[in-house]
Each structure stands twice: as structure tokens, then as C-alpha cells.
């Protein structure tokens, strides 16, 4: 019967409480182009009323599905199909369950979905926003989606696939636990002031830039990585918290030639890898902290500006330098922890304005030309070290340490390059030890303090001040200068 017809029995006091109703004219459900019109079975509760429990058919199963159905409003407020897909709205009109779920795709590529009270206009060609949406342990597939963003809602356990050709996507307030998001188009992926917990990851595999802003990646459990970017364009990072574990990769870019940057991150254990075995790019660290992590562009990376890090704080952790071009440091406070670039030609090493407290920093040029430079009010301090090694530098670029300040039995070493003379200036030495490659060093406006101060690799020296109980060990020349007060430039 109709509706109409059953809205009237029931008020006539005629429903028969064994007996079934069915409503052959029940709402229309699907999305566009892909619709289906649906008959309820309703059982009477008792001669003036139905229960809300029914069994709704339509086109796109020969079996009934489970749902709940409002009589007075003509609406399912819920459904449940064959494959485990259960959409749930208690509004009168009930959107989610009739117009923006894709009831026709429900098989096991899409299923076991849970969608409360959602805004979905029609997933397979989806256009407009996704919001106040709860998937449970499915899979959503959004490739057919070309605008719109993802708002106010919760993945757990669930598969989102995203991206149509150049379409970009966008997750806004989204929290995901234990669930994939997968960005196949060649637009871009953005997540923004959004959660990542539990064995998510973002794999982006299009041509378009990856990006995270405000947002909490935690324990990403058996996966890769917390973070994949292996698509083509830029992986941005900022004002966002990864917390991994020590040895765990947080993020990872592993196929992109464009520029990995991280902005006021802060980070507790795991990886942060630029690994790009076929032209690489540059990686940059700026304004953030990091706890027991690793930093590091691998020897895939063949093309790029380096490895920059500035206004930065590395806690009891590694940074390395494989790919090509230099490793700088500005404005950095390294404790604990071990910097370096790996042997190869054509390096150079920056520290500058930045505090190195029991920790080291390594340069390992082989070859080629470079820079090196520590310098900018820099302190060494607490048994670190600071080692610019390699081999001669046909580019003739001298290793200048300026306003530094070497404290507590720490140690620069300075091998590199051999045949130019180590410039050593405005800076002070105390109880530490600063070793100058076979073409010596210059030393000016510079104080040593220790006992026994040994400045024979100091091939000249000016307006220095030596202090401490002990002999001064210079190099011959400039010991017949003491002997003369006129020529003695050292107190």
C-alpha cells in the first residue's frame, strides 16, 4: 500500500500487529545518476502504530537491507547494505542515507563504511565539502572528487583514497586513527590543525604539493612512516608535532625532486628523511625542535642547494648531509648530538651564531670546492668537537673561525683546506685545543687561556693574548719574535 493508505489505517485503529505493511512508495536513495527507488516492510507495534524497524528494497540488491524508517516524514534515518555499509542520520530528511551515500558501489572495494549524520554529496563524483563524518574500518573512495574539502571528521581504521587528475585535496579539523589516506591525483594533499594517530600515513603519490599545517602525528605502529610524500612536488611542513619513537621514521620523502621544508616542528624520536635516488633537492629545518630524532637528505639526492637548519634545537640526535652541496647551520643549539655531512666532493660545512654543547659536527670534503665556516659569536663547549676534514681545496677557500668561543676541553679540528693557512679571529680558546692543517694558521684579536698554550701550527699571529701557567709553544719564527719586545705581539 502507500503510504497515505498506511498513515490512514494506522489512524483508523486497523494495523494488525502479526501482520506486515509494505510501503511501496518509500524515498528515493543514491546519489546522482545512480538512484534507486525503495519499498519498506514495517511490522504494527500495535493497532494505531508501526515500529520504526524495517526492511527497505531496492534496485541495487535483490535482498532487503536493515534500516530504520520514519513513516511521518517518509524518511530512513538508517540503512545497512550488504557489504557492511551503514549510513545514519536522524534528521527528518535524512541526506546522508538518501542523497550523499553511493549506495550503488557498495562491494569490496567499498565497504564496511560507518557515516553518521555526514555531508556527502555523492562520493563517486563528490564536488562539495565533507563534513561531521565518522568511517569505521572502510574504504572510501573520493578519486571522482574534483573540489571541496574534508571537515570535522573522524577515520578510524579506514582506507580514504583521494585525488582526480589535477584536483587538489583538502582535510580541515580531521582526526585519522589508524587509517590511510592516499592522494593518487596530481594535485595537492593539505591537512590542516588535524590529528594522525596509530599507523596512519599520507602517501602521496601525484605531482602536486604535499603540505601539513597545525597538525599531531603519533606512533605510526608497523607502517613506513607516520609521513610518505613520493610524489613530485614540495613537502611542506609547519607549525606541527610528530611524536614516533626512537629508530621510527616520521616523515620520509622518498621521490620527489622539489624542496622538503619543516617549520616550527617540534618532534619526539622518529626519522626525517629527503631520499631522491633520482635528482633530489634541497631540504631545509627552520624555528624547530627535535628530541632524539634523525634528520637526514640520504646519497640519493644528486641536485639541490644542501641542507639548511636554522633557529633550531636538536636534543640527543643525529642531522646528516649525504647529497650534494653544503651543510648550514645558523642559530642553532646542538646538545647531545652528532651533525655531519658524508665524504664527498664539493662540500662545505656553516656554523654560525649557534651553541655546541656536548656534541660534534663533522665535515668530510673530499674534494672540489667549499666553504667552511664557524663563526658569528658560536660557543663549543663540553668535550664537543667541531672537525672540518677533506682534501686539498682546488677552490683555495680558507676555514675562518670568527667570534668563536671554545670552552671546556673541547676540540676544532681543522684539516681542510691543507695548502691555505686556518684563519682564527675575534674568537677565544679555553682549555681546549684547536689542531690547523700543515699550511698553518693566522691568528688575530684572538686569547687563549690554558695551561701550556701550543700554537706551533700558528704560522702568524696578531694582537693575541695567551694566559695561563705554562710555556707558549709558537713556531720558530715566532719565537725569535719574543725575543725582540718591539716584534713580541703576545702577553
Known amino acids: ?32 545518476g545512480n538512484t534507486s527507488v525503495t519499498e519498506i516492510e514495517l511490522n504494527p507495534v500495535s493497532t494505531t502504530a508501526f515500529g520504526q524497524t524495517a526492511r527497505v528494497f531496492t534496485t541495487f540488491a535483490p535482498e532487503a537491507w536493515p534500516g530504520v524508517y520514519d513513516l511521518a516524514n517518509n524518511a530512513i534515518t538508517e540503512l545497512r547494505d550488504d557489504f557492511g555499509n551503514t549510513a545514519k542520520d536522524v534528521d527528518a530528511t535524512a541526506p546522508t542515507v538518501h542523497t550523499q551515500f553511493p549506495w550503488h558501489l557498495g562491494a569490496a572495494a567499498l565497504r564496511d563504511n560507518y557515516v553518521e549524520d555526514a555531508t556527502l554529496t555523492g562520493w563517486d563524483t563528490q564536488v562539495g565539502p565533507v563534513s561531521n563524518n565518522r568511517v569505521v574500518g572502510g574504504t572510501v573512495n573520493l578519486t571522482g572528487k574534483t573540489a571541496g574539502s574534508i571537515l570535522d571528521s573522524t577515520f578510524t581504521g579506514a582506507t580514504i583514497t583521494l585525488g582526480a587528475g589535477g584536483a587538489s585535496a583538502t582535510l580541515i579539523r580531521t582526526n585519522v586513527q589508524g587509517a590511510t589516506v592516499n592522494q593518487t591525483g596530481t594535485g595537492t594533499l593539505s591537512m590542516t590543525d588535524s590529528d594522525i594517530r596509530d599507523g596512519f600515513i599520507v602517501a602521496h603519490s601525484g605531482s602536486g604539493q604535499l603540505t601539513l599545517t597545525d597538525t599531531r602525528a603519533y606512533n605510526h605502529g608497523s607502517a613506513t612512516a607516520d609521513v610518505i610524500a613520493s610524489g613530485s612536488g614540495q613537502t611542506l611542513m609547519n607549525d606541527s608535532e610528530l611524536i614516533s619513537g626512537t629508530g621510527a621514521v616520521a616523515l620520509v620523502n622518498n621521490a620527489s625532486a622539489a624542496t622538503m621544508a619543516l617549520a616550527r616542528i617540534k618532534a619526539d624520536g622518529g626519522a626525517f628523511v629527503k631520499d631522491a635516488a633520482v635528482t633530489g633537492a634541497s631540504m631545509s629545518v627552520t624555528d624547530s625542535e627535535f628530541q632524539g630524532c634523525t634528520v637526514s637528505q640520504t646519497a640519493g639526492v644528486t641536485s639541490g642547494t644542501g641542507l639548511t637548519i636554522s633557529g633550531s634545537t636538536v636534543r640527543s640526535g643525529t642531522v646528516t648531509q649525504n647529497g650534494v652541496g653544503p651543510i648550514t647551520l645558523t642559530n642553532m643549539d646542538v646538545r647531545g648530538s652528532a651533525l655531519s655531512n658524508s665524504a664527498a666532493a664539493t662540500r662545505g660545512t656553516s656554523f654560525q651564531s649557534s651553541r655546541l654543547s656536548s656534541a660534534t659536527v663533522t665535515q668530510n670534503r673530499t674534494g672540489g670546492t667549499g666553504n667552511d665556516v664557524a663563526t658569528s659569536e658560536s660557543t663549543i663547549e663540553g668535550v664537543s668537537l667541531l672537525t672540518l676534514n677533506g682534501a686539498v681545496d682546488p677552490g683555495m677557500n680558507q676555514t675562518i673561525l670568527n667570534r668563536t668561543r671554545i670552552t671546556a676541553t673541547s676540540s676544532v679540528t681543522v684539516t681542510d683546506p691543507a695548502a691555505v693557512p686556518v684563519i682564527l679571529q675575534n674568537s677565544e680558546i679555553h682549555n681546549s685545543t684547536v689542531t690547523v692543517p700543515a699550511g698553518g694558521g693566522l691568528t688575530t684579536q684572538s686569547r687563549i687561556s690554558m695551561s701550556g698554550a701550543n700554537l706551533g701550527a700558528f704560522t702568524g699571529h696578531g694582537a693575541l693574548i695567551i694566559d695561563g701557567i705554562g710555556a707558549k709553544t709558537l713556531t720558530a719564527v715566532n719565537v725569535n719574535r719574543l725575543a725582540n719586545r718591539g716584534f713580541d705581539d703576545t702577553i
Do not use: S
Not at 497515505?4 to 543514491?30: F, H, R, S
Open 1 to 32: 500500500m502507500t503510504r497515505a493508505a498506511a498513515i490512514a489505517l494506522a489512524a483508523g485503529g486497523g494495523l494488525l500487529e502479526n501482520c506486515v505493511v509494505v510501503i511501496t512508495d518509500g524515498p528515493t536513495i543514491g546519489t546522482a
